[in-house]
């Protein structure tokens, strides 16, 4: 198991059910044999640019452990949540 950090961005709209998205993911990480380190909720703040036509978005910041293997799985995951708009999961260094 290797260690994980994903920092992704929920539509600003959705920062009252952003609770629910995040235990989605780490639902998703721990049925899959992860564990979730860390869970570092920044709040609403404003992008750098717009994605997908918003201004804002509420950030959040995971640490966890994974299986390489499974990364695929947890990026098509991703992808396929309507409510996060951005995210990115690097390796953390050891």
Do not use: H
């Not at 290797?2 to 709209?13: A, G, H, L, S, T």
């Not at 990480?29 to 703040?45: H, Y």
């Not at 978005?57 to 966890?64: E, Q």
Request: contains cysteine; hydrophobic residues 35%.
């Amino acid at each position: 198991m290797r260690k994980y950090e994903c920092m992704f961005i929920v539509k600003p709209e959705k920062e009252e059910e952003s609770d629910g998205v995040i235990n989605l993911i780490k639902e998703f990480i721990e049925n899959k044999k992860g564990k979730v380190a860390d869970i570092d909720k920044w709040g609403i703040r404003k992008l750098a640019y717009p994605i997908k036509r918003y201004n804002d978005g509420y950030y959040t910041v995971m640490s966890f452990g994974f299986s390489p293997k499974k990364v695929n799985q947890l990026n098509d995951f991703m992808q396929k949540n309507g409510d996060v708009i951005r995210y990115l999961i690097v390796l953390k260094e050891e």
